[in-house]
C-alpha cells in the first residue's frame, strides 16, 4: 500500500466511476455480470432507441431506478464523504447516474453523465429531479414523453458540467480515480488534467485500466478497503 494520506491534501478530487458502487450490489457496465452484457445499448441507451420505443427505455430505466432504490451507499461512499466534510476543499465528479454519493451526504461537483434521478423535456426546455419508482407520469404535459436526463451513447456531455470537472481537476493537489474502467471518452480522459497540473495521482481499481500508466499510485483492491487505508 502506498505511503499516501488524505490528511496530507488540501484540494483532493474524487473521480469514480461504476466500480465505487460495486459494493452497493450495483452493477457495473463492463465485464462479467455488467449491465451492457446483458442489455444492448442500442435498445435502451441511445436516443435512437428512445425515439422508436420510448416505453421499452423507461421499463429498462425503471427497472434501474428499482435496483439502485433498493441498495444503500457503501463503506467507500461514507469514507469521500467524510474527507468532505473534514476537508472543504475535497470535491467530487462521477461518471455515476445513481446519485448513491449524494445519499451518502456528499456534494457532487459534476455528474458527467446525468442522473437517474433527473427527467427532461427537450421540446419545453425542462429540466426536473424525480425520485419516483416507477417514474409516473411518463410523459410531459406538453404531451411528450420525459426523458431520463442521462448521456446516452452518442449524446455530448453538458459543456457546463464538463467546465465544472475541468476546473476542480486543474485546481486540485490529490486527484484519486476510483472503480472506471477508463474506456468511455470524453471522461475518462478528464483526469489527465490534474496530472498535467502536477498532482499527485492514485488509482483505485480492482485491475489495470488503459489509463492505469497515467497514475503515479495504482493500488489495487476494492474501492472501500483501499480508501479506508489512505484515510487512516
Ligand atoms: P465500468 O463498468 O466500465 O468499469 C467499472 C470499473 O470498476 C472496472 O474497471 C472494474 O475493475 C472496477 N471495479 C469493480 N468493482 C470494484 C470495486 N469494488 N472496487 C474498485 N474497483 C472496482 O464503469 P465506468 O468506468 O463507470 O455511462 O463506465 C463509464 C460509463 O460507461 C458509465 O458512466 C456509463 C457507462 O456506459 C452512463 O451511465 C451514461
Not at 61 to 85: K, L
Amino acid at each position: 500500500m502506498s505511503r499516501i494520506r488524505f490528511s496530507d491534501f488540501e484540494r483532493i478530487v474524487f473521480f469514480t466511476g461504476a466500480g465505487m458502487s460495486a459494493e452497493s450490489g450495483i452493477p457495473t457496465y463492463r465485464g462479467k455480470g455488467g449491465i451492457w452484457a446483458e442489455y444492448d445499448y442500442e435498445d435502451y441507451a441511445c436516443q435512437r432507441a428512445f425515439d422508436r420505443d420510448p416505453e421499452r427505455v423507461w421499463d429498462f430505466h425503471d427497472r434501474r431506478r428499482a435496483a439502485v432504490r433498493a441498495c444503500e451507499p457503501n463503506d467507500g461512499h461514507r469514507v469521500v464523504t467524510a474527507v468532505q466534510e473534514r476537508r472543504p476543499g475535497t470535491l467530487v465528479v462521477t461518471q455515476n447516474i445513481d446519485g448513491m454519493h449524494q445519499r451518502a451526504g456528499a456534494a457532487v461537483t459534476a455528474e458527467l453523465h446525468g442522473s437517474l434521478w433527473r427527467v427532461r423535456c427537450d421540446a419545453d426546455e425542462i429540466v426536473r429531479d424525480d425520485d419516483t419508482v416507477p417514474m409516473t407520469p411518463r410523459k410531459c404535459s406538453c404531451g411528450g414523453y420525459w426523458r431520463p436526463d442521462i448521456v446516452w451513447f452518442e449524446d455530448s456531455l453538458d459543456h457546463r458540467v464538463v467546465c465544472r470537472a475541468r476546473e476542480a481537476l486543474e485546481a486540485c493537489d490529490l486527484l484519486v480515480s476510483i472503480g472506471t474502467s477508463a474506456v468511455v471518452y470524453p471522461a475518462a480522459e478528464l483526469p489527465r488534467i490534474a496530472v498535467q497540473r502536477g498532482a499527485v495521482t492514485v488509482e483505485i481499481n480492482l485491475e489495470d485500466t488503459p489509463l492505469s500508466h497515467l497514475y503515479q499510485h495504482r493500488l489495487r483492491g476494492k474501492a472501500s478497503d483501499v480508501l479506508a487505508e489512505l484515510n487512516r
